[in-house]
C-alpha cells in the first residue's frame, strides 16, 4: 500500500477507534487520533506466540484495524496508524528505531522499531512543527511528543528527547533526523535511538521475520498486550496483570485461566476470535510454565 487505503476501510478503521468522522487536518485532530487508536486497538504479541504472525504490510495492517482483528506489534501498528494519517492529509514520514532496556544495548543498531514523524504542525512550543507519532510502543505515550529536546509531560507522565547521535543516511529526511528518547523510570523499556538508518519495506520486512520467528527473540517469550487510556497504562505480561499510572503501580497474578483470559479481552480488548481450544491450552500452559520459572528465580 502506498499510503493509501479504500474509503470503507478507512472509515470502519475510525469507528473501531470510536471515531465518527475523521478530525481535521491539525495538531488536536493528530492527538485526538493518536489517543484514539492507543486506547481501543492493544499493543499485542499474540499471533507471534501462536507461531502464525500477521503480515507487517500497511495493506494487512489497516485491514486488521478496520475489520477488528488484532494488528500487533510496533512494525503493523505504526503501519496502519501511517497510513491512516497520510490517507487523512497529515505529512509522515518514517525513521529507523532501536529499543533498548539494558544499558550495554543503547548503541545497538537493529532496527526493532518503526517510528513516524508528522510535519507541519507548528504550535507555540514547538516551533518547528514535527511530532513524534507512535502507537507501537505498548508502554509508550497517549499522545505525540514535539521533536523538541527536554522533557515533556502528557498525562502526568513525563518523557524525555535527547540529542541524537549515531549514523545518519545521506539526505536528510523530512524533520529531525535522528534523536534520542529515554522513558519514564521502572518501565518495561529504557529508551529508543532513532536515527535514519535503512527503514525501508525491505529491512522492515526482513526485522519482522526475524522477530516474529527466531527462537531468542523477545517477542517470542510470553504474551504481552498493553494499551494507554485516560493516562493509564494497562497491561498483561505472561500471568501479571499491571495499571500503572504516574503515581504508582498495581499488579497482581493472574491464578487462572477465566482470570487470565477474561483480563487480556475485556481489560486489554484483546480480540481473539480465531484463536481455538486448543490454541488456548497451549498458550495457558506456556504461561504456566514460564511464570513458574520466572517465580522461582526470584522474579528478576
Same mark, same amino acid.
Given at each position: ?7 470503507? @476501510?478507512?472509515?470502519?478503521? !475510525?469507528?473501531?477507534? %470510536? ?8 495538531? *488536536? /485532530? &493528530?492527538? +485526538? ?82 517510528? @513516524?514523524?508528522?510535519?507541519? !504542525?507548528?504550535?507555540? %512550543? ?8 507512535? *502507537? /507501537? &510502543?505498548? +508502554? ?161
Amino acid at each position: 500500500m502506498d499510503g493509501t487505503a479504500p474509503e470503507e @476501510l478507512l472509515e470502519r478503521y !475510525l469507528a473501531r477507534i %470510536g471515531l465518527d468522522a475523521p478530525p481535521a487536518v491539525g495538531l *488536536a /485532530g &493528530l492527538q +485526538e487520533l493518536h489517543r484514539a487508536h492507543v486506547a481501543r486497538i492493544p499493543y499485542d504479541n499474540l499471533s507471534t506466540m501462536l507461531d502464525r504472525p500477521d503480515p507487517a504490510d500497511p495493506a494487512s495492517a489497516v485491514a486488521r484495524a478496520a475489520s477488528g482483528a488484532r494488528v500487533g506489534y510496533c512494525f503493523q501498528q505504526n503501519a496502519a496508524l501511517e497510513t491512516l494519517l497520510t490517507a487523512l492529509g497529515f505529512a509522515v514520514s518514517r525513521r529507523h528505531g532501536h529499543v533498548w532496556t539494558r544499558p550495554e544495548d543503547e548503541l545497538g543498531t537493529r532496527l526493532n522499531h518503526l517510528v @513516524l514523524v508528522v510535519s507541519g !504542525l507548528p504550535s507555540t %512550543g514547538n516551533p518547528g512543527g514535527h511530532w513524534w507519532v507512535d *502507537a /507501537g &510502543l505498548g +508502554e509508550g505515550f497517549a499522545e505525540p511528543l514535539p521533536l523538541v529536546r527536554g522533557e515533556h509531560e502528557v498525562d502526568g507522565w513525563t518523557f524525555r528527547i535527547g540529542a541524537g547521535f549515531g549514523a545518519q543516511a545521506a539526505g536528510r529526511p523530512t524533520g529531525p533526523a535522528a534523536w534520542t528518547y529515554h522513558h519514564f523510570p521502572d518501565g518495561g523499556l529504557r529508551g529508543v535511538v532513532v536515527t535514519s538508518r535503512d527503514h525501508s519495506a525491505d529491512a522492515v520486512a526482513e526485522s519482522h521475520r526475524w522477530l516474529t520467528t527466531a527462537d531468542e527473540s523477545p517477542f517470542r517469550r510470553f504474551v504481552v498486550v498493553q494499551r494507554i487510556e485516560r493516562g493509564v497504562q494497562r497491561a498483561v505480561r505472561n500471568l501479571v496483570q499491571q495499571v500503572t499510572t504516574p503515581t504508582g503501580r498495581e499488579a497482581r497474578d493472574l491464578t487462572s485461566y477465566d482470570d487470565w483470559r477474561g483480563a487480556l479481552v475485556d481489560d486489554l480488548l484483546l480480540p481473539v476470535a480465531d484463536v481455538t481450544s486448543e490454541e488456548w491450552s497451549g498458550l495457558w500452559e506456556h504461561a504456566l510454565a514460564s511464570h513458574r520459572a520466572w517465580d522461582e528465580a526470584g522474579r528478576p
